[in-house]
C-alpha cells in the first residue's frame, strides 16, 4: 500500500523530518491514550492501516477498528493480527456501545463535524471517554482568512474551536497539546508556517471548495514540472545519513501531550459525560 500524509504506514525510511515527525507524533498519540483503555471494550473509529489499533489492543479487553477503506482494512487484517482485535469498515459496524472510542485525525476530514460526532456519541457508554486529535489551526493557517492547505481537510481547529464544539455534546471536555521542547519540533513548525504562506493563494477563505482543492493540485503540479527540469533542488528529500542521525538523536520520547507544552502542531481532547 501506498504510504501517503493522509495514511500513515509504519516504515523505518523517512524521506524528511516531517515525515519523521508525524510518525513519532503519530504513535505517542495512541501510547497516551494507552490509560484510558485498559481492560476497555474500545473502538478505534478511521484507523488507517491499523498499527495503532494494535498498540491500543496491548492494553484493552477487545477492539474494534473500522475505517471508510476497505483497501486500508484489507492491509490491517493482513499485518496487525491479534486475538481481541477486529477490523471491519464503517458500514460494517453496528449498534453496539463502547467504554472509549479513539478517533485520531479524522475530524478534519468529515463533510460534518456535527454529524460525526453525535454518531460517535451514540456509539459511547454513559461514562465512557471520547478521544480525538486533529491538526493545530493556530500554527497552520493564517486566521479569518485562509482555508486548509491541504487538499483533504475540510475544517481545522484552533484549541478554542476545537474544545466549543465538543462541549456542545459532552460535559467534561479537555483539550491538549501534542508537541516537544525540543528543536526538533521547531523545525516541523517552521515547515508547517512555510507551507502556509506558500499555499495562501490557493486558500482564500472565499473560495469554493472544488476550486481550493484544483488549485492546490495545480500548485503541485507546476512544482513538479519544475522540479523535474532540474532547475530547483527537491529540498523534500534529505540525505539518508541526515535522517539516521535524526532518528538516533530523537525519539517518540520527545513528544509531549499536555496543557503547556511551548511547540506544538497537534491537539487532542478527552470527552466525557457524567
Known amino acids: 500500500m501506498e504510504r501517503t500524509d493522509e495514511r500513515h504506514i509504519l516504515n523505518p525510511d523517512f524521506h524528511n523530518e516531517g515525515e519523521y515527525y ?26 488507517g492501516t491499523g498499527y495503532g489499533s494494535l498498540m491500543l489492543s ?20 493482513q499485518n496487525y493480527i491479534a486475538d481481541n482485535l477486529t477490523f471491519k469498515t464503517i458500514p460494517e459496524l453496528t449498534n453496539a456501545k463502547f467504554d472509549v472510542i479513539t478517533s485520531f485525525q479524522v475530524v478534519e476530514h468529515v463533510p460534518s463535524d456535527k ?9 459511547l457508554k454513559h461514562g465512557g471517554f471520547l478521544l480525538l486529535s486533529t491538526p493545530d489551526k493556530s500554527i497552520r493557517l493564517f486566521n479569518y482568512i485562509q482555508k486548509p492547505w491541504n487538499a483533504f481537510h475540510l475544517k481545522e481547529y484552533s484549541s478554542d474551536s476545537f474544545g466549543n464544539l465538543l462541549h456542545n455534546y ?13 528543536d526538533f519540533v521547531r ?3 517552521a515547515r508547517i508556517k512555510k507551507q502556509r504562506l506558500i499555499s495562501l493563494p490557493c486558500t482564500l477563505f472565499f473560495y469554493p471548495n472544488f476550486l481550493r482543492v484544483f488549485l492546490l493540485h495545480l500548485q503541485v503540479s507546476i512544482y513538479k514540472t519544475i522540479k523535474g527540469s532540474g532547475k530547483v533542488k527537491d529540498s523534500s528529500i534529505q540525505d539518508n545519513s541526515i535522517m539516521k542521525d535524526l532518528q538516533a538523536k530523537f525519539t517518540v520520547d520527545e513528544i509531549e501531550i499536555c496543557k503547556d507544552v511551548p511547540f506544538s502542531t497537534d491537539l487532542i481532547a478527552i470527552c466525557s459525560n457524567d
Open 22 to 47: 508525524n510518525h513519532l507524533m503519530h504513535i505517542a498519540t495512541y501510547r497516551h491514550v494507552l490509560k484510558y483503555v485498559k481492560g476497555k471494550r474500545v473502538l478505534d473509529y478511521g484507523c
Open 187 to 189: 523545525h516541523e513548525i
Open 58 to 77: 496491548k492494553a484493552a479487553a477487545n477492539i474494534i477498528a473500522v475505517d471508510l477503506s476497505k483497501e486500508a482494512i484489507d492491509f490491517a487484517k
Open 115 to 123: 454529524d460525526y460526532i453525535e454518531k460517535l456519541k451514540s456509539l
Open 170 to 182: 459532552f460535559t467534561k471536555v479537555e483539550v491538549l497539546k501534542i508537541g516537544s521542547k525540543s
